[in-house]
């Protein structure tokens, strides 16, 4: 009996150790083949740039499956640099509406800005069945999405006209599930899966 526990507790240390040593490159390749919309930007510059990883369903492999294609946008031009704040790093509000827009019905997204309530009201309508509207209050770190709220770490403030937000308003808010700081090059790189 006590030579078969063991046995199994080796079995089970074996299954372990493997699954510790193969689980991280299967989700590394399952990520590599999962399409994703990425911004890319620099703290204290007004040029980022985007790109789309995605299928190409037009052409197909030999073996039956469609290639993934990296589509990447020419240098966009911000209307302001993020920054670092308070340890924070701060975004144009302005500048994520605009490079979330969609090119699809662009007419139907809006942003406005109640000054008297110095609120800011965002919407972005995909099509008929998809719209999303975001609306803050500057100086207040509660955002409503669609009616939830959603309460932020450091509340939007106005600087030079502009309102700005904290980094952490692209995960929370905006759906962004991985970002990425490289304080050696001073890009940022933010991630959105698509079609989950």
Request: charged share 20%; glycine share 4%.
């Amino acid at each position: 009996m006590k030579k078969l526990l063991i046995f199994w507790l080796i079995i089970l240390v074996v299954v372990i150790l493997l699954v510790s040593l193969f689980l991280p490159l299967m989700i590394k390749n399952a990520k590599a083949d999962s399409p994703y919309f990425r911004l890319n930007f620099r703290i204290d510059s007004t040029i980022a740039r985007t790109e789309l990883h995605e299928q190409d369903f037009a052409k197909k492999l030999p073996d039956g499956t469609h290639p993934w294609v990296d589509i990447i946008s020419p240098q966009i031009d911000l209307l302001a640099a993020p920054f670092i704040k308070d340890g924070q790093i701060w975004l144009a509000l302005r500048d994520v509406f605009n490079i979330f827009r969609t090119s699809e019905n662009p007419q139907a997204s809006v942003i406005s800005y109640d000054s008297k309530n110095q609120q800011v009201i965002m919407i972005y309508q995909k099509d008929a069945s998809y719209e999303t509207k975001i609306e803050l209050t500057i100086g207040k770190p509660i955002v409503l999405q669609n009616g939830k709220e959603i309460i932020i770490n450091m509340s939007p403030f106005i600087q030079d006209g502009r309102t700005f937000v904290p980094l952490n308003f692209l995960t929370q808010v905006m759906g962004a599930k991985e970002i990425f700081c490289s304080w050696a090059t001073d890009w940022i790189i933010v991630t959105w899966p698509l079609g989950i």
